[in-house]
């Protein structure tokens, strides 16, 4: 069924993470990245509570965003490197599409805050299957620019916490496979 290329389950079976870096136009149209993220919203979600958001950011802000983590990091790094300052503007600049997936939390709702992080996350591969299904690339980047409240507040505010930064575009080569686990390694049985 895997290797069936009209069966679903090879849509998912071929799914592959693209690095940001390498994804370049064409990247989703406004429809697409519509349907996308309508797709990124169809997850488990105990409560219907949506304890997510998305913020698309267009290319016309992608210059601001870098300022933007740019000036934080030199206020919380004073001797960072030009290294690192150009790795940072460039994070803010890789591929056609970007979307920032924000975990907000519901504080007042009996919902479990374990169970919302896992719908989050759940919509966060929503999102990368439906990127797939539609004939594009996405990568999930996390690192500082994440962790940072500095960064968070541009896109919303506490408790909320940025799940990650969605590039999404076309492959400007073939994405590799990359090793997956044995199967025997992460299967057992329960014996009662």
């Known amino acids: 069924m895997l290797n069936d290329p009209t069966s679903p389950l090879s849509l ?3 799914r592959r993470s693209g690095k940001p870096r390498d994804l370049v136009a064409p990247g989703p149209d406004a429809a697409q990245l519509a349907t ?6 169809r997850v488990p979600d105990h409560g219907k509570i ?8 267009g290319a016309e802000q992608r210059d601001a965003l870098a300022k933007l983590i740019t000036d934080a990091y030199r206020a919380e790094r004073p001797q960072a490197s030009a290294t690192e300052i150009a ?3 460039q994070f803010a600049h890789q591929a056609p599409a970007l979307v920032v997936v924000l975990f907000s ?32 690339a996405g990568g999930w980047l996390t690192g500082w ?12 505010a506490d408790p ?3 799940a990650g930064f969605f590039f ?3 492959p400007a080569k073939q994405l590799e496979e990359r090793p997956r686990p044995d199967m025997s390694t992460i299967i057992t049985r329960y014996e009662a």
Do not use: K
Request: glycine share 6%.
């Open 12 to 14: 998912l079976a071929t």
């Open 87 to 89: 790795a940072l503007e």
């Open 105 to 136: 939390p519901r504080t007042t709702s009996h919902i479990p805050l374990w169970e919302q992080q896992l719908s989050v996350g759940a919509a966060c591969m929503n999102l990368l299957h439906a990127t797939h299904a539609l004939g594009f």
């Open 50 to 57: 949506a304890p997510w958001r998305f913020v698309v950011v």
């Open 168 to 170: 999404l575009g076309t």
């Open 160 to 162: 909320e916490r940025i």
């Open 36 to 41: 996308i993220l309508e797709i990124a919203a």
């Open 145 to 156: 620019p994440t962790h940072s409240d500095t960064v968070r507040d541009a896109f919303g």
